[in-house]
Structures are given as C-alpha cells and as structure tokens.
C-alpha cells in the first residue's frame, strides 16, 4: 500500500512525460503497440543441431526465445517495469509465462506455467528451468500446479462469490495489498507472456495484454514458412523463416529505447551462442560503465567542435 508492492519497487526519478503517461492511458489496453519481427532459421537450426551433435542436448525455438527474452530484460531494464494504478515499477525479478498443452486434442486441459529467473543465467540453465518447471507441473500425475490449484480453487465458487472474490483480488492488487504467494502463481504478473504457435502450426498473432496483472510484453511464435528473398543482385533464393508477433505497453518506455530492445533481442535470436555464457553482475556494471564512458567522449568532442565553431563565428564578427 502507499505505492509498495510485493513484486515491485516504485520508479521516482522520472521525466515528467512518463510520469504522465498512465494518466492519459490509464487502462494497459490503452498504450499498445504492435509489432513484427521476421527471423531467419537458419542461425538457429544450426546452433540446434550443433548442440545436439556436440552436447546432447535438444533445444527448441521456445526455449531458445525464453532465452533471449530473459537476456534482453536483464540488460534493458527499463523493460521489465510494469504500470499499476498510474504508477510506474521496477520488476523485484524476471519471469515468464507460458500456456501449454500436454496433449495437442480439443479436450485435454491447458497448463498455464510462470519460470522465475535471475537474468544472468545462459542457456543451459535456462533450458533447465523450464524443463524442470515442466516436469514438476505437467509431467507429474500426482500434485496438481500451483496455478491451477487457485483456479480450480476460485472456479468451484457460486458465480456471485466469485465475482465478489475478483473485485477483491483487483482492489488489493491496484493497492499493493496483494499477498507475494499469489503473485508468485499468477500467469498474469509477467515480464513476459509467451505462446509457442509454431507448435500447433498457426502463424504469429498480436495477443492483447491483460488489463489484470502487470504483463507489460506478449510475444507469439510462429509456424516456419519458406519466403523468396533477392540479394543486391537480383538473384532470388527461398528462406526459412519464422514471425514474431510482439505486443508493448509503450507507457514503460520510449520508442528508441523499445528499438534498441527490439534489436538486442533480434542479436541473440540471430546469434543463440552468445547466450551461451552467464552474465555476471560484473560484466553487466562494466559494459554499462563503458557505455556512458562513450557517451560522455562524444558529447565532450561534439561540445569541443561547437565551441570552436563558435569561436571562429566570433573571430569572423570582430574582424
């Protein structure tokens, strides 16, 4: 309460255009944007097939996603916060949500799953978490998942009850009252949801963000089709390819900086080897450290050319 979360610390230092944002959009419905990304398969059939040959183990376009998505968030921060009653977050922690299937048939169950990550972890751990998750929820006959215990639970209420139960969980969740152990089960309060189209061979769609919850990115794979691609010669090949459709909440963050997230999402899709290390919170200080270093040399050399531009103006007005 008083602007305190159990799954988010609340953003101060904001320009006064973001902080207005969620009052003119207040609803998250309100600041979508839509967009897609053709990715090309070959760098990733590849490094599918290199692993399984060299390591043994078998990779998917899902996890590979999970992944990268897990990577960018980390070192986008910006990112990973969420918009609750006009007031802007910080996310305590990276996860993802995902529904699945354990049966590809019109009546078996769907199993909504949430991976919980650090942001450091390569992709091997990250493949473990999610194999893990997996096991644990779906594989196992015997103890049902988290989320679907609260479900079922809400589900066997009289339809008042239950409508009185969710004006409940809406007001403590708008207020921060909202207990950590069901945020913690909770598809809804997300960095990311994700859902795997490729699988049932459906193209990409733009899945809408929950009003409910704090999902600020929706991402949807899907099914690899084959495209004509021309060269700069003219010569016309056919490419595997795979769509990805992503939905933002453009009041977390500006176009540029959703851009620059777009495109480091797209280097570690287009390049999974580089998720292959873990990422220390040393490494992430230092690249962050020479990053502004580089940005204060080249406002220092563009300061430097202006005042001489402005000293050869004057030389010119005296003479």
Not at 171 to 180: A, E, S, T, V
Not at 257 to 280: D, F, M, R, T, V
């Amino acid at each position: 309460m008083f602007g305190r979360r159990a799954d988010g610390k609340r953003v101060k230092d904001l320009m006064i255009i973001e902080k207005a944002l969620p009052y003119f959009m207040p609803m998250r419905i309100d600041g979508v944007n839509l967009y897609k990304q053709q990715l090309k398969c070959k760098t990733i059939d590849d490094f599918i097939m290199k692993e399984r040959q060299e390591t043994g183990v078998h990779f998917t376009y899902t996890e590979i996603l999970i992944a990268a998505c897990v990577r960018m968030l980390y070192e986008r921060p910006k990112a990973n916060r969420f918009i609750m009653n006009c007031q802007i977050y910080q996310r305590n922690e990276i996860t993802v949500s995902m529904s699945i299937k354990p049966k590809l048939t019109d009546d078996c169950d769907e199993v909504t799953l949430k991976f919980h990550f650090t942001g450091r972890e390569n992709i091997y751990e990250v493949k473990k978490i999610v194999d893990d998750e997996i096991k644990r929820n779906v594989q196992s006959a015997n103890e049902a998942q988290e989320t679907t215990k609260a479900a079922k639970f809400l589900g066997k209420l009289p339809y008042w009850m239950f409508k009185v139960a969710m004006k409940i969980i809406r007001f403590c969740d708008r207020y921060g009252l909202l207990p950590k152990s069901l945020i913690d089960v909770s598809p809804f309060h997300t960095s990311i949801f994700i859902t795997d189209l490729k699988s049932i061979k459906l193209d990409k769609v733009y899945h809408h963000l929950y009003n409910f919850g704090t999902t600020t990115i929706f991402g949807a794979l899907g099914k690899v089709k084959y495209v004509p691609v021309s060269d700069r010669y003219g010569q016309i090949t056919t490419e595997k390819i795979v769509d990805i459709g992503l939905t933002l909440d453009e009041r977390v963050a500006d176009g540029l900086y959703y851009a620059n997230c777009i495109k480091l999402l797209l280097k570690y899709l287009e390049n999974p080897e580089c998720l292959k290390q873990s990422l220390s919170e040393a490494e992430v200080i230092d690249k962050a450290k020479k990053k502004q270093e580089r940005k204060e040399k080249r406002l220092a050399k563009k300061k430097a050319k202006q005042e001489k531009k402005d000293k050869i103006v004057k030389i010119h007005d005296v003479a």
